[in-house]
């Protein structure tokens, strides 16, 4: 940085303020020799100082070699004469010629480049002037033909499907009976007398005691061997009343269960795949099937000549069906079917931005059928999400994690009870179903501009 207080013939200035940055002053004949000038400075660069010389003793330098300068009057002419030209070639890949002419004469109209060739050959165009025009041709080349970048997404796809049925508990006995037990022993007794009297002969059966007690084990034999008519006499759990010491009733409960069941199934399926789009292009990735669905039916009449001259002629339709072997007119009918994409179906547009993150707009959509509505034309179930996110490149995002959940509870046990502590459900079923998705993309920029240009040259005029 530089501080000037100088006043004093304009040329002796100027000289000075170059001198103090290492540069040589060579003035032209357009600069006066016996003008003042006047220049108060503090901390400026080489940069300001040439702007303020611009602006007050009106000149502008030409760069000769890297310590020499001319310095020349502010005049238009001068400047157009003075200023050194350079040549660039810059190579466009991929434009056809008229496109490569229509940007030629683009940077003619909006630079006043009057020295611009171009080469369809070799893809290129040729561009020589002043140096700021030159780089602003140059700069609306680049961004004119800049080819979109492309993404590569890495997409993967995760599905779990889980179904479950429990069946656990203990089923308490829902019924009670009560039997008769002296009637019902009577007439066992009495249904296999037969029995009986082979069984004592042979010694099979010892009767002592009084009359009863003979009768109770007369009962029990019969219980023992197991015949007809004896199993209402086993199932009994308990006696109540008796009269003469004899049991009145026997009291009998239904079946009791005790359940232990546990089905499960679990099915997982990945889907890894890798998807190429350009910049702001939509990239569609569908799994699933096309599923036809009737939306209408459209029915046509036709008519057969000859069968229609003879139902002009009075001849009955059965006598027409019979000679022709069809009637006087037809109908077709001609079902309407569209296609509908049943499964999964996932857009992605990725944008690359300038700071070279990539903008993603994420468009998932689950389609299955869910029933049957009027004319039994199918009901489809629809879940649909959109997102935006914006994330490096080689980062992974999360688009969504969709659960769909089904469970059916059966609870059975004592009526009233069961609302009590300690009596809950006996008997408990389980049936459930749960699937879930989870897809992660993650970008990838593969590919950018495909412009380039020579190094620029000084060129004579």
């Given at each position: ?57 009106h000149l502008f330098a030409v760069p000769v070699d890297p310590t020499h300068a001319l310095i020349a009057a502010d005049i238009k002419e001068l400047r157009e004469a003075l200023t050194p030209w350079v040549e660039e070639t810059i190579y466009l890949s991929g434009q056809k010629q008229q496109q490569m002419m229509d940007l030629a004469n683009m940077a003619r109209t909006l630079f006043d480049l009057t020295q611009l060739g171009v080469n369809t050959d070799n893809g290129a165009i040729v561009v020589r002037g002043p140096r700021d025009e030159v780089q602003r041709a140059h ?323």
């Amino acid at each position: 940085m530089r501080s000037f207080h100088l006043r004093g013939e304009k040329k002796q200035v100027v000289s000075e303020i170059y001198r103090s940055f290492g540069i040589v002053s060579l003035f032209d004949p357009s600069v006066a020799s016996d003008t003042l000038l006047r220049i108060d400075l503090d901390d400026v660069d080489f940069v300001e100082s040439v702007r303020v010389l611009k602006k007050t003793a009106h000149l502008f330098a030409v760069p000769v070699d890297p310590t020499h300068a001319l310095i020349a009057a502010d005049i238009k002419e001068l400047r157009e004469a003075l200023t050194p030209w350079v040549e660039e070639t810059i190579y466009l890949s991929g434009q056809k010629q008229q496109q490569m002419m229509d940007l030629a004469n683009m940077a003619r109209t909006l630079f006043d480049l009057t020295q611009l060739g171009v080469n369809t050959d070799n893809g290129a165009i040729v561009v020589r002037g002043p140096r700021d025009e030159v780089q602003r041709a140059h700069d609306l080349f680049s961004e004119l033909t800049e080819k979109p970048s492309d993404v590569l997404l890495d997409i993967n796809i995760y599905e779990v499907d889980k179904s479950t049925t429990r069946k656990i508990g203990f089923a308490p006995p829902t019924t009670a009976t009560a039997t008769d037990i002296s009637s019902t022993a009577q007439k066992l007794i009495s249904d296999n007398q037969t029995l009986l009297n082979e069984s004592i002969s042979s010694g099979a059966l010892t009767l002592s005691g009084s009359a009863y007690q003979q009768e109770l084990q007369e009962v029990s034999f019969l219980v023992a061997a197991g015949v007809s008519g004896s199993s209402s006499l086993t199932s009994i759990l308990g006696t109540v009343g008796s009269l003469d010491g004899v049991p009145l009733l026997g009291i009998s409960m239904g079946s009791t269960s005790l359940n232990l069941l546990l089905d499960s199934t679990d099915a997982r399926m990945l889907n890894a795949l890798q998807v190429r789009s350009s910049d702001r292009q939509e990239a569609t990735l569908r799994i699933g099937s096309r599923y036809p669905i009737l939306t209408a039916l459209t029915s046509s009449t036709s008519s057969s000549s000859i069968a229609t001259e003879l139902a002009a002629a009075g001849v009955s339709s059965a006598v027409i069906a019979q000679l022709t072997g069809s009637s006087a007119s037809s109908t077709t009918t001609i079902p309407q079917i569209e296609f509908e994409d049943i499964g999964l179906t996932l857009k992605v547009t990725p944008r690359v931005l300038r700071s070279g993150e990539v903008h993603l707009d994420l468009d998932l959509k689950l389609e299955s059928l869910g029933g049957s509505g009027i004319e039994n034309i199918p009901i489809l179930n629809n879940r649909a999400l959109k997102s935006a996110v914006t994330i490096e490149p080689g980062q992974s995002t999360m688009l969504a994690a969709l659960v769909s959940t089904n469970e059916v509870n059966a609870l059975s046990g004592v009526p009233s009870l069961d609302e009590l502590p300690g009596f809950q459900s006996t008997e408990k079923n389980t049936d459930g179903t749960k699937n879930q998705i989870l897809i992660s993309v993650t970008p990838h920029i593969v590919s950018g501009a495909t412009m380039r240009g020579t190094m620029y040259r000084v060129v004579g005029r």
